[in-house]
């Protein structure tokens, strides 16, 4: 919920962009994006359902590490 929040609550930028305004440094949200099978400047609007479930299942892996 937290992540879609964050990514659809700032219109108009990129997933990448959105996703600084989460509790993590810069360097871990690009190793995150970069583990996820889409384009990292895509927009949050743009990401369906599956993707966002994707996207969050990565971060929970990250923040386990």
Same mark, same amino acid.
């Given at each position: 919920?937290?992540? =879609?929040?964050?990514? @659809?609550? *700032?219109?108009? *930028?990129?997933?990448?962009?959105? @996703?600084?305004? @989460?509790?993590?440094? %810069?360097? +871990? =949200?690009?190793?995150? @994006?970069?583990? =996820?099978?889409? %384009? ?8 369906? =359902? #599956? ?6 299942? +990565?971060?929970?892996?990250?923040? #386990?590490?």
């Amino acid at each position: 919920r937290t992540v =879609v929040k964050t990514a @659809l609550g *700032k219109r108009r *930028k990129t997933l990448r962009n959105s @996703l600084k305004y @989460l509790p993590f440094e %810069e360097t +871990k =949200v690009v190793r995150i @994006l970069a583990r =996820v099978p889409f %384009e990292q400047n895509i927009r949050a609007e743009q990401l369906s =359902v #599956q993707q966002f479930v994707e996207l969050t299942n +990565k971060i929970e892996q990250a923040l #386990q590490e």
